[in-house]
């Protein structure tokens, strides 16, 4: 069956750094891969979809890869704030569903 | 203001009872979903709405019911027969029914706690 893999651990990061988080899914090939940011006790906030044929994704300090090879999927917010500080989702696509992935707790610190 | 709503944001139950968490949405969205989270895990599909009095399970669908009688409500109730119901229960919808390029929006959530 289906995998979704993020670092249960959470990633603590100096502000201003850039903060670096991993999606890894096995089993299946995605064409389409969403990023969710959530806050505590709130429902995900949609950030950025990419394709499996775009490779990357900006959004302002945001950037998403895509490695169909690899079949991993990376998450950078560069200058990182505070204000970042959340629990972030990745959301493969496969068979007309999003699966999403268990999050990974970011916390920056000023 | 546009947007998904979900009452109440807290519930308690008494182990046994049926509980029914409500979800309205006034963006005029076609597809509509229920998905479960709990601590550690992801999100976990239990039903999903394309359209009004039609809906699928997701994968976790056992001691659950939704209905679609309206487009902009989408009820579920966890019946007794949910062998954990304690959960944060999230509501979503979406513009486009199948596709996967549009952006889910969620509701703040239903905390349900079963004792």
């Known amino acids: 069956s289906q995998k979704i893999e993020q670092n249960s651990e959470a990633l603590n990061i100096q502000e201003g750094k850039t903060a670096t988080l991993t999606c890894n899914y096995t089993?299946?090939?995605?064409?389409?891969l969403q990023w969710y940011r959530q806050d505590p006790g709130r429902g995900p906030v949609f950030l950025l979809l990419?394709?499996?044929?775009?490779k990357e994704k900006r959004k302002e300090r945001l950037k998403v890869t895509f490695d169909t090879t690899l079949k991993q999927s990376l998450f950078h917010i560069t200058a990182s704030q505070p204000a970042d500080s959340a629990t972030y989702l990745c959301?493969?696509?496969?068979?007309?569903?999003?699966?999403f992935g268990s999050g990974t707790k970011l916390n920056v610190k000023p | 203001d546009g947007g998904i709503t979900q009452s109440p944001k807290y519930l308690f139950r008494k182990e046994g009872q049926n509980v029914t968490l409500s979800c309205e949405q006034n963006?005029?969205?076609?597809?509509m979903y229920w998905y479960r989270q709990d601590p550690g895990q992801g999100l976990r599909l239990i039903y999903y709405?394309?359209?009004?009095?039609?809906?699928q399970k997701g994968d976790i669908a056992e001691g659950y019911s939704v209905s679609r009688e309206k487009k902009e409500s989408f009820p579920l109730t966890v019946t007794s027969a949910q062998k954990n119901p304690t959960a944060f229960y999230l509501c979503?919808?979406?513009?486009?029914?199948?596709?996967?390029?549009?952006?889910?929006?969620f509701g703040p959530g239903t905390r349900l706690t079963v004792t």
């Open positions: 959301a493969p696509y496969n068979f007309n569903k999003f699966y």
């Open positions: 979503a919808s979406s513009a486009n029914t199948q596709g996967p390029l549009y952006e889910q929006y």
């Open positions: 709405s394309q359209i009004v009095n039609d809906f």
């Open positions: 089993n299946y090939s995605p064409a389409y």
């Open positions: 963006l005029n969205h076609d597809a």
């Open positions: 990419i394709r499996e044929n775009e």
